[in-house]
């Protein structure tokens, strides 16, 4: 009678499998590190041209307003080279929000960019950057 395999290791195509499950882990690693560095940039960015460098915890807070505009089709930094002062003023209210909760539910669900309206007190500014940004240049 012959023993059978028990474990991964004792299987005969063990050698096959071993890389392709190491490569698996390999890449999942990579892409937990990538969206840490994605953020990071993201952070980096909010306070580049700033005199007055966000804290992380603004930071954090701000990240909501770069994933809104993002999903808006802007990119924000070209709003804050066109419209430095436009962007300092949605980071500020954005700052001051108490709707944090549901910004960062409906960003995570990804449904901020048609529910921001209802509760966003940067809506309107949204909606004024939105139609700025597609008009066509003169």
């Known amino acids: 009678m012959t023993k059978r395999a028990t474990s991964p290791i004792d299987h005969p195509l ?27 940039v993201d952070a980096l960015t909010l306070w580049r041209f700033s005199d007055d460098p966000l804290t992380s915890e603004e930071a954090r807070k701000v990240y909501s307003l770069v994933q809104l505009l993002r999903g808006m089709n802007m990119d924000p930094e070209a709003v804050r080279a066109v419209w430095p002062g436009t962007m300092e003023t949605l980071e500020q209210t954005c700052l001051g929000c108490t709707a944090r909760e549901r910004c960062d539910h409906d960003l995570k669900a990804g449904i901020a960019v048609e529910t921001h309206h209802e509760f966003c007190p940067n809506a309107d500014r949204l909606a004024s950057l939105e139609a700025a940004v597609a008009a066509p240049p003169r």
Do not use: F, K, T
């Open 14 to 40: 063990a050698w096959l499998l071993a890389p392709a499950n190491e490569m698996s882990r390999v890449l999942g690693a990579a892409l937990e590190i990538r969206g840490g560095d994605e953020e990071c």
